[in-house]
């Protein structure tokens, strides 16, 4: 090869310096290309960044303008609220329109939360507070609720819900209910872009929809598994909605599934799967477990997914559940009565005036609230989430405290619901 170069230089100088300048111009031509080149991907990489700078200060302005506007339209206490129509949407089933009675607009919430209503209800002593989750997203002029009548605990003489049968039997279109402003800590962030599974099973369907909706609704392409358990078609809520909602949005994936289909219920029409959600059920069906999950239903089936997702490897940060009655999802420890042995090293002695009952605090309760329901204490309670003030009691002696910031509470009393004894606690229940 280098003798062939020497024969070249020594025979033809010419021909090399014709191609030493064509390899010069060839460099020189690379060069320009590549600084080209690097120059439009420098460009391109400055316009995405442009374009996700406008995005992030279009959605900064978005939530400063929803903000506002849920401030300037919030209430503080009561409002009135006229009910514009109620419709029957399964077996004891209905959901109430209801309309400001003061005409103004109604503020934005979260898809999940709920309403915290006030009822004067004929032959009750005092005033029934309940919550009920907004099972629409808000429209400005309207909002919605869907309720279910509680019946009582099965093979008992005891009488339906008070609350949940006064809406079903008494409230009708025409008439004005009091209601607190939505609330709650139960709720989709919209603005966190993942996928969701959304579980329920009968009316704890509520919250459900409103985050179905809040999604579809906002044009969000997101994946979206919605998981419905009913008995079958009789308590089969939102049944048109659901198959709607499914046939409009391929992103969404609707499987119902019936315990107990009635021999006119058809597999494949009236719902997907013969049994309970599951989470053998995701598992056949999901392609991962990389989701947010938000739950609701009765304290048993929440309690069985909840372990259920932990065991198929479900971060807790990715499970948001909601318990509409006293059944606390996570696994409580037996507590021990005063006098039943030696106290644990922690454990401090609750009293329950009223009801002259001494138990022991172990740690293992959510709240004081949880502890009183363990041992038949009747402490009235709402939203269990310190947000509408039902479960407020007095101290007789001793001092609570809170997880957060200690809430606005009359001094001398405590929110039940989420606070804890800070030692020995006696308290007028
Ligand atoms: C955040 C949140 C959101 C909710 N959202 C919804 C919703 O969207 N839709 C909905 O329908 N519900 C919802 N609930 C549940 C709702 O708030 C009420 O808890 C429910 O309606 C029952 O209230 P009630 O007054 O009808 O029953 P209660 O009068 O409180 O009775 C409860 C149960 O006790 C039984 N009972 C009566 N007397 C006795 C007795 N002496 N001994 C033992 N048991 C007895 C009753 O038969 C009934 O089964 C929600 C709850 C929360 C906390």
Known sequence: MIAEIFRIVTENPTQLIGWAIMGGLLVQVGLLVTAGAQRALFERQRAQQEQVRLALEIKAARLKIQAVETEKTAWNGIRKFTVAQKVKEAEDTFSFYLEPHDRKPLPQFKPGQYLTFALNIPGSAKQVVRCYSLSDIGRRTHYRVTIKRCLPPPKTEHPPGVGSSFFCDTVQAGDIVDAKAPNGHFFLDMEKPRPVVLISGGIGVTPMVTMANALTEAGDTREIWFFF?????????????????????????????YSKPLPTDVKGRDYQHEGRVTVDLFKALLPSNNYDYFLCGPGPFMESITSDLTAWGVPDAWVHFEAFGPASVKKKAPAKTADAGAPAATAVEVTFAKSGKKVLWDGSHDSVLALADEHGVKIDAGCRAGGCGSCVVAIKSGAVEYAGAPPEVEAGSCLSCICKPKGALVIDA
């Open 229 to 257: 358990g009913a008995r079958n078609s009789t308590d089969h809520m939102f049944k048109t909605y659901m198959t709607e909602i499914a046939a409009k949005n391929p992103n969404v994936h609707m499987q119902v599934c």
